[in-house]
C-alpha cells in the first residue's frame, strides 16, 4: 500500500484508541517527504473543528513555518468535509488522496453526508485533484472503530 | 446596530490593527449571553484555518467545555466561507449573522468565491439560517483593512 497512507491509518489507530476521536488520520507530504500529520481530536480536545486533515495542517503549517503549503499533497483516511475541502483549498494543497468516502463515513455514524447536501456540494470540478487509493486499508480501520466500545459520538 | 456585530467588528479591528489576519471577527452566542469570540489569525499563526469563525468556535467550546454548541448562534463580519460553514455545521450552531457578502470578500482581496465555486457550493436549503445584519458597519470595517498599508495576503 502507499507509504503515506500507512502512515495516515496508523495516525488513525492512535486516535480511536487513545479516545480521542473518529478514525481519521491524516499526512501532509511536500517532495515525497512527510512535513506534517494529525488526527482527530474533536472529543479529546472539544473541538469541533480538530479533524485529522486539519490538525495535520496546522501541524504541517508550524513545521515549515507558513500558511501557505502549496506544492504539497494530503493522504487522509477518508474522503474530506466540507469544512476539510476548505481547508484544504486556504492551505493551497494539490492533490487529495483518500481512502474510505463520505458515503462510508455515514456508515460509521458521521454526518458529513447531510453536510455536502445542506451545502449542495459537488467535488466533480475537482475530481483531478480528488483521488481515492488503499480503499481496503482504510476499510479495515473503519470497522476497527466500528468495533470499539464507549465512543462518543459527536 | 446589533450588539453582538458590534463585538465582532471590535475584534475584526483588533485583529487587523495587529496585523493578525484579515477583517473576520465572529462571537458566538447562546441564551442572549456571549460564550465565546474570536478573530482571524491566519498571518500571525502561520494557520490558514484560523478564520474568526473558527477561532471564535475554539474559544467557546473551550469555555463551555464541549464540542457541542448546539443552540448557540453566530455573529461574523463577512459571510462564511466553505470551511467555516462545515465548521458551523459541526458546531451545531443555528444562526449565522454576517456583514458583508462573499463578493465583498473577494473586493478586499479574499478568494472565498472561487472555492464556493470550485465546491459548486449553494447555501439556499440553509437561508432560513444565514442572515444579514450591519452591512453599513461591516463595510466600514473591510474599507478600514483594504486602507491599510503593509498587509500580508494569504
Redesign the interface.
Known amino acids: 500500500m502507499n507509504e503515506f497512507m500507512k502512515v495516515a491509518i496508523d495516525e488513525a489507530r492512535k486516535g480511536i484508541l487513545a479516545g480521542d476521536g473518529g478514525p481519521f488520520g491524516s499526512v501532509i507530504v511536500k517532495d515525497g517527504v512527510i512535513i506534517g500529520k494529525g488526527h482527530n481530536h474533536?472529543?479529546s480536545r472539544?473541538?469541533?473543528?480538530c479533524h485529522g486533515e486539519?490538525d495535520a495542517?496546522?501541524n504541517a503549517?508550524?513545521n515549515i513555518?507558513?500558511?501557505?503549503?502549496s506544492g504539497a499533497d494530503v493522504y487522509t483516511t477518508g474522503e474530506p468535509?466540507?469544512?476539510?475541502?476548505?481547508?484544504i483549498?486556504?492551505?493551497?494543497i494539490n492533490k487529495i488522496y483518500y481512502g474510505c468516502s463520505i458515503k462510508e463515513n455515514d456508515s460509521i455514524g458521521f454526518?458529513d453526508e447531510i453536510?455536502y447536501?445542506?451545502?449542495?456540494?459537488?467535488?466533480?470540478?475537482?475530481k483531478d485533484r480528488i483521488i481515492q487509493i488503499d480503499h481496503e486499508e482504510c476499510k479495515e480501520l473503519f470497522k476497527e472503530y466500528a468495533e470499539l466500545n464507549n465512543k462518543t459520538s459527536?
Open positions: 474533536v472529543v472539544n473541538d469541533p473543528t486539519i495542517i496546522r503549517c508550524k513555518n507558513s500558511f501557505d503549503l468535509c466540507p469544512m476539510c475541502l476548505g481547508a483549498l486556504w492551505a493551497n454526518r453536510f447536501k445542506n451545502l449542495s456540494i459537488s467535488t466533480k470540478k475537482m459527536y
